[in-house]
């Protein structure tokens, strides 16, 4: 699967990094022999389409999984440099952005994403989600600067997102699967590209009153950010869905 230009970039910085050593090697799908972030020892491993993930294989004494790009975060902080929009192209910042987050044309494939520069006149670009239309038939958008600075939050709104819910325009939705309801977009990206069906409410305080779920509603999953805002927020939808499972995801 397509995980974009990025990739390459990840691996080209692994193999100049001291995580490469002599018993590095690229082996089938994979990059073995890594030096371990943790424990020092060059017995990790990561993908090689997409070395996310830095992988520890002494399990019994370290096991640790690292992610590459708190390793590297200049890849990041650069993505609108390194993978300028074009005229053919004005959303490859964005793109290389999700594929960051490890996703792939198996949760992209039909989604509505754009790519804004210049967010709240931060300097800093990110990726904006179509969310759907208000009262007066404007567009609302929801999404994520990619590198905020600091004082910024990372969380970006074109109109108010109050009543709406995001579900993916690529996908159609089955009533008979569980429905998992996060806070955010990329978070609900994450469960598809990992096969399960997923709708993103965009804030924890959001009013699920206000909310129309429909058949989805009879098998939801709540799972909001583990702190005090996602426990609130789990309770209120509790009280709406009572039916529903809640969960707190690790961060």
């Given at each position: 699967?397509?995980?974009?230009?990025?990739?390459?970039?990840?691996?080209?910085?692994?193999?100049?990094?001291?995580?490469?050593?002599?018993?590095?090697?690229?082996?089938?799908?994979?990059?073995t022999?890594?030096r371990?972030?943790?424990?020092?020892?060059?017995?990790?491993?990561?993908?090689?389409?997409?070395?996310?993930?830095?992988?520890c294989?002494?399990?019994?004494q370290?096991?640790?999984?690292?992610?590459?790009?708190?390793?590297?975060?200049?890849?990041?902080?650069?993505?609108?440099?390194?993978?300028?929009?074009?005229?053919?192209?004005?959303?490859?910042?964005?793109?290389?952005?999700?594929?960051?987050?490890?996703?792939?044309?198996?949760?992209?494939?039909?989604?509505?994403?754009?790519?804004?520069?210049?967010?709240?006149?931060?300097?800093?670009?990110?990726?904006?989600?179509?969310?759907?239309?208000?009262?007066?038939?404007?567009?609302?958008?929801?999404?994520?600067?990619f590198?905020?600075?600091?004082?910024?939050?990372?969380?970006?709104?074109?109109?108010?997102?109050?009543?709406?819910?995001?579900?993916?325009?690529?996908?159609?939705?089955d009533?008979?699967?569980?429905?998992?309801?996060?806070?955010?977009?990329?978070?609900?990206?994450?469960?598809i590209?990992?096969?399960?069906?997923?709708?993103?409410?965009?804030?924890?305080?959001?009013?699920p009153?206000?909310?129309?779920?429909?058949?989805?509603?009879?098998?939801?999953?709540?799972?909001?950010?583990?702190?005090?805002?996602?426990?609130?927020?789990?309770?209120k939808?509790?009280?709406?869905?009572?039916?529903?499972?809640?969960?707190?995801?690790?961060?």
């Amino acid at each position: 699967m397509d995980k974009g230009d990025l990739a390459q970039k990840l691996v080209e910085r692994i193999k100049t990094s001291d995580l490469w050593g002599e018993r590095s090697k690229e082996s089938g799908k994979s990059l073995t022999g890594l030096r371990c972030p943790e424990c020092g020892k060059p017995e990790a491993w990561a993908y090689r389409d997409f070395p996310a993930t830095i992988m520890c294989n002494r399990k019994n004494q370290c096991g640790a999984w690292t992610k590459a790009f708190e390793l590297f975060p200049e890849l990041l902080l650069n993505v609108e440099r390194d993978f300028a929009p074009t005229r053919d192209d004005p959303n490859r910042p964005a793109r290389e952005y999700l594929h960051s987050r490890a996703l792939t044309a198996k949760s992209l494939a039909g989604l509505r994403f754009e790519y804004r520069k210049n967010i709240r006149k931060s300097g800093a670009g990110g990726v904006l989600f179509h969310v759907g239309k208000n009262e007066a038939g404007e567009d609302v958008w929801n999404g994520r600067i990619f590198s905020p600075p600091p004082g910024v939050g990372k969380s970006h709104n074109q109109g108010s997102t109050a009543g709406l819910v995001w579900k993916h325009p690529g996908i159609t939705y089955d009533a008979a699967r569980s429905t998992y309801a996060v806070e955010g977009v990329i978070d609900a990206l994450s469960l598809i590209e990992m096969g399960l069906q997923a709708v993103a409410v965009l804030s924890s305080g959001q009013d699920p009153g206000r909310i129309d779920l429909g058949e989805l509603g009879k098998r939801l999953v709540i799972a909001f950010d583990p702190d005090s805002a996602g426990a609130s927020g789990i309770r209120k939808w509790k009280e709406k869905y009572p039916s529903a499972v809640a969960i707190v995801p690790v961060n």
